[in-house]
């Protein structure tokens, strides 16, 4: 399974962007998905995570109030809404699913994590 990171691109401070994380012929229903992001020279670090009942959602500090995750089962699609975007959220953004979410030291965690995709790249910048 490939999971598919779009909708990266170059945004001004202050900007938005919107993420979308699909599996072509693959459901994501029954999985938990998350968000996770790598900028250059870091770790990578866990952004965002939706259960598979799509009733808890989880947030790294850093992006809580300007991130907001969500699906759309009929899709099989799920979303990263970026607002008030900031230079330190330049990175590449990659999804992944697994059997579920949890918060860890104020950073959003996936558990058993087990189909990944390629990333897409954000850049925020003026």
């Known amino acids: 399974v490939q999971l598919q990171a779009s909708g990266g691109g170059l945004v001004q401070p202050g900007g938005s962007l919107r993420l979308a994380c699909a599996a072509p012929?693959?459901?994501?229903?029954?999985?938990?998905v998350a968000w996770f992001r790598q900028a250059p020279g870091k770790e990578r670090e866990g952004v965002s995570c939706?259960?598979?009942?799509?009733?808890?959602?989880y947030y790294t500090d850093s992006v809580k109030g300007r991130f907001t995750i969500s699906r759309d089962n009929a899709a099989d699609t799920v979303y990263l809404q970026m607002n008030s975007l900031k230079p330190e959220d330049t990175a590449v953004y990659y999804c992944?699913?697994?059997?579920?979410?949890?918060?860890?030291?104020?950073?959003?965690?996936?558990?058993?994590?087990?189909?990944w995709g390629k990333g897409t790249l954000v850049t925020v910048s003026s």
């Open positions: 992944a699913t697994g059997f579920s979410c949890a918060i860890a030291a104020g950073e959003a965690i996936l558990n058993h994590g087990d189909y």
């Open positions: 012929g693959f459901s994501l229903d029954y999985y938990a």
């Open positions: 939706i259960d598979h009942s799509d009733v808890k959602t």
